[in-house]
């Protein structure tokens, strides 16, 4: 009998052992698997984080496209604003123009380009027009500083 209580003791003892061993070998796999996750977390987190970094990269090549090509336009900005004449040159030209001013005398004293003198000719009259009246002898001064104005 005392064998068997030493035999059913040893079981015992073995059964504990065996559930320690085994809650302790759980633990320790779903540790492992917690580090995986967390290996393969990180891995995701490195191909996001070097996927925002070159998007950021192609978007400061694209505004600095930007900002050159803005540069540009304002540059032409500031070579047309130099060309072109005062607000009083056209109201000059205008009165020249309907006084009877050729269109190399528009040119000369208001500093126009052809086309504007031409342009000038034709809608406000005299010999500019080619000699004809123009339509200006019908607009007041009211409609031409209007028209000035939206220049």
Do not use: F, K
Not at 4 to 10: D, H, K, N, V
Not at 22 to 36: D, E, H, Q, S, Y
Not at 90 to 95: C, F, G, M, T
Not at 96 to 111: F, K, N, T, V
């Amino acid at each position: 009998m005392m064998a068997a209580g030493i035999l059913w003791g040893a079981l015992a003892m073995a059964t504990v052992i065996g559930a320690y061993a085994a809650l302790r070998g759980g633990a320790r796999r779903r540790r492992a698997i917690t580090l995986v996750d967390l290996g393969n977390r990180v891995a995701q987190l490195e191909r996001d984080l070097r996927a925002s970094c070159a998007a950021q990269a192609r978007a400061g090549d694209r505004l600095i496209a930007t900002e050159r090509e803005l540069r540009r336009i304002a540059g032409g900005q500031s070579r047309l604003e130099m060309r072109a004449p005062a607000g009083g040159s056209y109201r000059q030209a205008v009165s020249l123009a309907s006084h009877g001013a050729d269109i190399d005398e528009l040119i000369e004293s208001c500093g126009l380009t052809r086309a504007e003198a031409e342009l000038l000719g034709r809608v406000h009259g005299g010999q500019a027009s080619q000699g004809g009246r123009g339509a200006a002898d019908s607009i007041t001064d009211r409609q031409a500083d209007e028209a000035m104005m939206i220049q």
